[in-house]
């Protein structure tokens, strides 16, 4: 009995220190290494000619299409010009935009967009198997990447302890799945509902701006021969005056 008690109160303490660890550990919010919060505006300084307006149909042009893919992109009208399939989560940071990023709990990034109005949740620590439910944004698992930068900083175990100084960064990396179909590029060049997106959010400073770069990893075995890798950068402003909100044609 002596023996039992002991086992019991040992199992008893393990388990309190498991909650208190668990209870200890910081929200995503509170461990983000960098700040990605605010008003930021896309700079476009490459492929203008396919994001600043839309490009003729039938031009997809380094975009890795296999036959299936051409034939889809080849279907497009003209008259589909200005609709939501061009702003789905694969190309919805290429478009000409500006974005609003703020916490909307301590586990959710929330990503706006003014051009087109569209809202991506980027949320951490939930499972990252399909869930079966497509929109036009999917569904995005997000996790800090701590890298020796970061432990550098203070990082212990995967929590952090400091902030990052300039002009070190970390990335944020997004996984982004359960997307419906939709377009690459405004043009029609498609993405399937099968596609799967990884991205890498990265924050860092010049002499005068602070940005960040997102690089777009889309592997979509139904239209693309493969990865279609893109990077799009995004300069800080200071408020929101410029924010202004345009839907997209459903």
């Known amino acids: 009995m002596t023996r039992l008690l002991s086992i019991f109160c040992a199992g008893a303490a ?57 034939s889809a992109a080849d279907s497009w009208s003209e008259v589909e010009d200005g609709s939501c399939l061009a702003f789905g989560a694969a190309a919805l940071l290429r478009m000409p935009t500006r974005l609003r990023i703020a916490w909307e709990d301590e586990q959710t990034l929330q990503l706006e967009t003014d051009n087109g109005e569209q809202t991506r949740l980027l949320r951490f620590g939930t499972d990252a198997s399909p869930s079966g439910r497509r929109t036009l944004q999917g569904r995005s698992v997000a996790e800090w990447q701590i890298t020796t930068e970061v432990v550098a900083s203070g990082a212990t175990a995967g929590v952090l302890t400091t902030r990052l100084d300039e002009p070190s960064w970390a990335s944020l990396e997004v996984v982004t799945a359960d997307m419906s179909a939709a377009w690459l590029r405004p043009n029609g060049v498609p993405n399937s509902e099968n596609a799967v997106m990884t991205e890498y959010f990265d924050r860092f400073s010049d002499a005068e701006d602070e940005w960040f770069t997102v690089t777009t990893i889309l592997d979509d075995p139904t ?28």
């Open 14 to 70: 393990l388990g309190a220190g498991a909650t208190a660890i668990a209870q200890q550990a910081p929200t995503a919010r509170a461990a983000a290494p960098v700040d990605l919060t605010g008003y930021w505006v896309s700079v476009v300084s490459e492929d203008w000619a396919w994001r600043m307006r839309t490009p003729l149909k039938g031009d997809y042009e380094s975009v890795p299409l296999n036959a299936d893919g051409v």
């Open 223 to 250: 239209y693309l021969t493969e990865p279609f890798i893109v990077s799009s950068n995004f300069k800080r402003e200071a408020d929101g005056s410029n924010w202004r909100p345009t839907p997209c044609r459903p």
